[in-house]
C-alpha cells in the first residue's frame, strides 16, 4: 500500500495533531479499534470485516469543541472539510453543532461502511442531514464511496473554492 505522511517540517506550523477522536457525545474516553494492516480501517466501532490488532482508550470530543477554538473575527468561514472515520461520519457531522451551516463551505464524506463496522450510517441518512442543514450534494462527486456537499449559504463561493483535490 502507498500510505501518505506528513511533511513534518509542517507540522505545529501548518498542520497540527490532536490526539482526540470525534463523537457526537460529551467529553469521555471510548473504545477505539486498532486493526492489523491498514490503520486506516481502524474505529471507534468493533470492526466487521478487519482483524484487531489492539484495543485501547480513546479521548474524545465534539466537532464543535475543537471548531468553538476558531478565531471566527480571522477565519469567517472554513473552505473544506473532509470526514473518512470508518462508520462515523454522520455523528462527527451531527457534533459540528451551529458550525456546520453557518461556517463549512464544502464538506465530503464517506457514504457508507457497507457494513464494515458494528455502527455505521447509510448514505440516504447522510444526504438527508446535509439537506435539512442547509446542504446540497455536489454533482459528480461521488467517488469511492465518498460524496461532497456545498452549503447553499455559501454556493456564492463555489467558482472561487477548488474542492477537487479531496474528491
Not at 459540528?96 to 447509510?122: F, M, P
Not at 442531514?129 to 467517488?143: E, Q, Y
Not at 464511496?145 to 456564492?156: A, D, S
Request: glycine share 4%; net charge positive.
Amino acid at each position: 500500500r502507498n500510505y501518505r505522511y506528513v511533511n513534518l517540517r509542517y507540522l505545529n506550523k501548518r498542520f497540527f495533531v490532536f490526539n482526540s477522536a470525534i463523537d457526537n457525545s460529551d467529553q469521555s474516553y471510548k473504545t477505539f479499534y486498532m486493526t492489523e494492516g491498514d490503520p486506516g480501517t481502524s474505529s471507534l466501532h468493533m470492526p466487521r470485516r478487519f482483524k484487531i490488532k489492539k484495543i485501547i482508550q480513546v479521548p474524545c470530543i465534539k466537532l464543535s469543541d475543537f471548531l468553538s477554538l476558531i478565531p471566527w473575527d480571522r477565519f469567517p468561514y472554513i473552505e473544506h472539510i473532509k470526514v473518512d472515520a470508518q462508520g462515523n461520519d454522520l455523528r462527527i457531522l451531527k457534533s459540528a453543532g451551529k458550525y456546520l451551516a453557518d461556517r463549512i463551505v464544502y464538506v465530503t464524506a464517506e457514504t457508507q461502511a457497507c457494513n464494515q463496522y458494528s455502527y455505521s450510517h447509510s448514505e440516504s441518512e447522510l444526504d438527508h442531514f446535509m439537506i435539512n442543514k442547509g446542504f446540497k450534494i455536489v454533482p459528480r462527486t461521488s467517488v469511492a464511496g465518498n460524496k461532497t456537499y456545498l452549503n447553499q449559504k455559501f454556493e456564492r463561493l463555489s467558482n472561487k473554492l477548488d474542492y477537487s483535490f479531496l474528491v
